[in-house]
Every structure is written in C-alpha cells, then in structure tokens.
C-alpha cells in the first residue's frame, strides 16, 4: 500500500522552555496598588535549613524576616521590635510626661529609651549588663541594676528621683521551664523593688511579666502601694507570647 503523502499544512513553532514568555505579545497584568492600611502586610517568606543550623534558630529567623514590626523598627529607625510596645503602653496608659526622669532597666538594645525620649522625657537613663550602643540624649551605663549602689548612681545621673520606671527584661533561657520562669519572676520582683526605692511620690511602674505565672504576691504588693495596677497586652506583642505588661501608676507608699 502506498504511503501517504506528508501533510504540508504549516506547524505551530516549539515554545522554547527557557522559562521566559515566548516572543510575541505579553499579556499585561496590572497589579492594584495597596491600600495604606496594608502597609504592614509581608508576603510570607521561608528559610532554607543550612547545614549546621539548628531548626529552632530557622523558625527565629523565618518570624523576623515576617514580622511586620521587624520592617516598621527598620524603617523608623528603631533598636527593636520591642519600641511599639512602650509606643502604646504609653498611649493607654500616659505614662511619659513631657519632662519626664525615666529609667530603663535592662535596656538592651535601647528601643524604648529611644521612644521615652521622643515622647518627650527630659532625661532617661539606660542601664543594663551588656553594653549598648550610644543614643543620643541618654545616660547608658553597663551595669547590674540590682548592685545595691545601682540605685543612687542612677539618681545621681538623672539629678532627682525618677517619673517612671520601666522594664522589658526577661531571664535569659536555660531550656528547663521551671527554672527560666523562676529566674524571670526573681527579675520582675527585682525590678519592682527597684521602682519602690527609687521613684518618685506620684510616679509610675511598667514591668513585663508572664501569663500563668506566680505574681499573686507582687501584685498584692503592687497594689498597696499604687493607687492603679493593671495589666495590658500590646498589639505588638507576638500574640503566641505568653508575655504580658503590668502597669502601677502612682506611688502612695512604700510598703514591703
């Protein structure tokens, strides 16, 4: 049987997989500029596991590289994340006062030193056990603010008793829970007897504490000596943290 003749009609040419669009027309696409209100919003980006990289140091950075208040600090100039939370404990709360004396206990890396003087505090002092870098218009001292002396180096750096103290520290982690969450609530209690010592009549506490934990006892305490306590969880705070603010506002006595 003879064999057909090959077709002659005309073949649509080979799209090449270079992975760019063939010639010709390109389809336009036009993307809706974003609204303000979604200026926060990241598109969610993933970390490759590199070699030696421990899982849980891959998901640290994957959440910083997602975070929308990671890129608002960068863009502000903040020191950290943390800003936004003194930024709104303040707004709730008035804490600083135009003139306001602050002190900043563990103030590593300096975030809310920078927001206590752009809210417009007179003096801030800074003090931590790791040296930070200078901010301008601060006293920063590398110290433990739980020395005995702590409390009147500070006062003399400030030259009166202080408006406000505040405080973001944490213990840092040994990866037994008991002991870290026994080591933060000997830091909070710390920090609370630092304030009793040092503010001034009508001054004012903010200290981070953990939900959960056993702070029955500094809160009774809180409250015999303030006229407010409350607690408060900031929006900037990762809402899977179990951290929480506990805010005493003014000073009537000094009870232990």
């Given at each position: 049987m003879?064999?057909k003749p090959?077709s002659h009609r005309?073949?649509?040419?080979?799209?090449?997989?270079?992975?760019?669009?063939t010639?010709?027309?390109?389809?336009k696409r036009?993307?809706?500029?974003?609204e303000?209100d979604?200026?926060?919003r990241?598109?969610?980006q993933?970390?490759r596991?590199?070699?030696?990289?421990k899982?849980?140091?891959?998901l640290?950075?994957?959440?910083q590289?997602?975070?929308?208040?990671v890129r608002?600090?960068?863009?502000?100039?903040?020191?950290?994340?943390?800003?936004?939370?003194l930024?709104?404990?303040d707004?709730?709360?008035g804490?600083?006062?135009?003139?306001?004396?602050?002190?900043?206990l563990g103030c590593?890396?300096?975030?809310?030193?920078?927001i206590?003087?752009k809210?417009?505090?007179d003096?801030?002092v800074g003090?931590?056990i790791?040296?930070?870098?200078p901010?301008?218009g601060a006293?920063?001292?590398?110290?433990?603010f739980?020395d005995?002396?702590?409390?009147r180096?500070i006062k003399?750096l400030l030259?009166?008793a202080?408006?406000?103290v505040?405080?973001d520290l944490?213990?840092?982690?040994?990866?037994?829970?008991?002991?870290d969450h026994?080591?933060?609530?000997?830091?909070v209690?710390a920090?609370?007897?630092?304030?009793?010592?040092?503010l001034?009549?009508?001054g004012?506490?903010?200290?981070?504490?953990?939900?959960?934990?056993a702070?029955k006892v500094?809160l009774?305490?809180l409250?015999?000596?303030?006229?407010?306590?409350q607690h408060?969880?900031p929006e900037?705070?990762?809402k899977?943290s179990p951290?929480?603010?506990?805010v005493a506002?003014n000073l009537?006595?000094r009870e232990?």
């Amino acid at each position: 049987m003879a064999r057909k003749p090959p077709s002659h009609r005309s073949r649509r040419p080979a799209q090449r997989m270079s992975g760019t669009k063939t010639d010709g027309d390109k389809r336009k696409r036009v993307t809706s500029k974003p609204e303000q209100d979604d200026a926060t919003r990241m598109l969610h980006q993933k970390v490759r596991t590199a070699s030696g990289r421990k899982i849980s140091s891959k998901l640290w950075i994957e959440r910083q590289i997602n975070d929308p208040y990671v890129r608002k600090a960068k863009e502000k100039g903040y020191r950290s994340r943390a800003a936004f939370k003194l930024e709104e404990l303040d707004d709730k709360f008035g804490l600083i006062k135009h003139g306001s004396l602050v002190v900043d206990l563990g103030c590593a890396p300096g975030g809310w030193v920078q927001i206590s003087l752009k809210r417009g505090a007179d003096r801030v002092v800074g003090i931590d056990i790791l040296p930070v870098d200078p901010v301008a218009g601060a006293d920063l001292i590398e110290f433990d603010f739980m020395d005995e002396s702590a409390p009147r180096r500070i006062k003399a750096l400030l030259g009166a008793a202080p408006d406000l103290v505040v405080s973001d520290l944490a213990a840092n982690t040994t990866g037994h829970r008991q002991t870290d969450h026994l080591k933060t609530v000997a830091l909070v209690e710390a920090a609370a007897d630092f304030a009793l010592e040092t503010l001034r009549p009508g001054g004012h506490f903010a200290t981070k504490v953990f939900q959960g934990g056993a702070e029955k006892v500094l809160l009774d305490r809180l409250k015999r000596n303030f006229q407010k306590v409350q607690h408060a969880k900031p929006e900037s705070s990762r809402k899977g943290s179990p951290e929480i603010y506990l805010v005493a506002m003014n000073l009537q006595s000094r009870e232990p």
